[in-house]
Nanobody, 120 residues
Framework: QVQLVESGGGLVQPGGSLRLSCAAS????????MGWYRQAQGKQRELVAT???????NYADDVKGRFTVSGDNAKNTVYLQMNSLKPEDTAVYYC??????????????WGQGIQVTVSS
């Protein structure tokens, strides 16, 4: 019922920047929070950053000061600005959204994932 479409990934050199976007669509009455997770090869999926509809943010320790999560409530869109990228940031990045549908049912949806590769 709720679909997420990610964009903005790719290949970047160490020290470079990328900006990820994720747009949600479907039966959305209220968005409670959106965010980003990532999964490196051979590792478990981990939280990167989240933002609530009220603007509260949460970051993983290893991205604090380098990544910035922001949102556009009117567009049900979340962004992740990634600066000073390191090779260890290489992973598939997944968008996540949680909220309420028009039927007042809670939902949690995941995007299909987008590859970010940091390499020289």
């Amino acid at each position: 019922q709720v679909q997420l479409v990610e964009s903005g990934g790719g290949l970047v050199q160490p020290g470079g920047s990328l900006r990820l976007s994720c747009a949600a669509s479907g039966s959305i009455r209220a968005m409670l929070a959106m965010g980003w997770y990532r999964q490196a090869q051979g590792k478990q999926r981990e939280l990167v950053a989240t933002i609530t509809s009220g603007g509260s943010t949460n970051y993983a320790d290893d991205v604090k000061g380098r990544f910035t999560v922001s949102g556009d409530n009117a567009k049900n869109t979340v962004y992740l600005q990634m600066n000073s990228l390191k090779p260890e940031d290489t992973a598939v990045y997944y968008c996540n959204a949680a909220g309420l549908t028009y039927f007042n049912r809670r939902f949690e949806s995941w995007g299909q994932g987008i590859q970010v590769t940091v390499s020289s």
